[in-house]
Every structure is written in structure tokens, then in C-alpha cells.
């Protein structure tokens, strides 16, 4: 099994502005979001997970239990909507129920990195955000 748990500095981005403009992203928010380079700290203390997202913008963390249900702050805007975290095999898996429908964002490990593939559901719009390990 693939190390889930580490330290990930973003290398680059396919399709994120685009993304990010598909699901209503004000155009200087999107230019802003475009350019951070982020880096994400996974840990797990028992079943609690931690997902720390830093960028010189914004931080974000979020902690949960695979399989319930838990809320977390909308990066932008900093709505309070409901989200799961799942496994499907080695990828974790984050749902999140936005004003703007259903958001995924599919976290798939390997050896050197993760790739990060956000979907946003109701758009059909997908990005990916790859990142290596620190």
C-alpha cells in the first residue's frame, strides 16, 4: 500500500482556472487561486484524519472520520457546507455539498506524490492539481 500520510509541495495545476471560473469563481479570486502554489500536510491521529492546505492566501484545514459525515469552510467565501471523507481503494476520497452542487476532490497516492482531482459533479468540469512529496 501507497504512504498516504506526509507532505505534498504543489509542481503544477491542468485546467484549474478553468475550473475554478466553471464554478462561479470572481475573475480576481480565480487570477489569485491560480498562482498559490499550496502545499497539503496529511496526517491521522486513530480514525481522525487532518488535511492542513497552506498557500501564501489562505489556510485551510479540515479534520474528519472516513465514512461520517462532518462540515467543513468553503476555501473561498467561508460557507460552512457538509462533506464526507471515503476510501475507494488506495484514494481518498472528499465530497463536498456546495451551494453549487456536489464537489469531489479524489486524492490518488503514489511513491512520489499525489494528484489531487477536484470534480465538480453538477458542471461536469474536472481539474487536477499534482503535487510531489516534501
Known amino acids: 500500500m501507497v504512504q498516504v500520510i506526509g507532505s505534498y509541495v504543489h509542481e503544477k495545476s491542468e485546467d484549474f482556472e478553468a475550473y475554478l471560473a466553471a464554478v462561479g469563481l470572481p475573475w480576481i479570486a480565480r487570477k489569485a487561486a491560480a498562482k498559490t502554489s499550496p502545499t497539503i500536510d496529511i496526517t491521522k491521529d486513530g480514525d481522525e484524519w487532518t488535511l492542513s492546505i497552506k498557500t501564501a492566501i489562505i489556510n485551510t484545514e479540515i479534520k474528519f472520520i472516513i465514512g461520517k459525515e462532518f ?42 506524490g499525489m494528484t489531487m482531482n ?12 499534482i503535487f510531489k512529496r516534501a
Do not use: W, Y
Not at 74 to 97: D, F, R
Open 118 to 129: 477536484m470534480h465538480a459533479v453538477a458542471q461536469d468540469v474536472r481539474c487536477k492539481r
Open 71 to 112: 462540515e467543513e469552510k468553503a476555501p473561498m467565501g467561508g460557507k460552512v457546507q457538509k462533506a464526507i471523507g471515503t476510501m475507494e481503494g488506495e484514494n481518498l476520497v472528499v465530497s463536498s455539498k456546495t451551494e453549487k452542487g456536489e464537489m469531489r476532490r479524489t486524492f490518488v497516492f503514489t511513491d512520489g
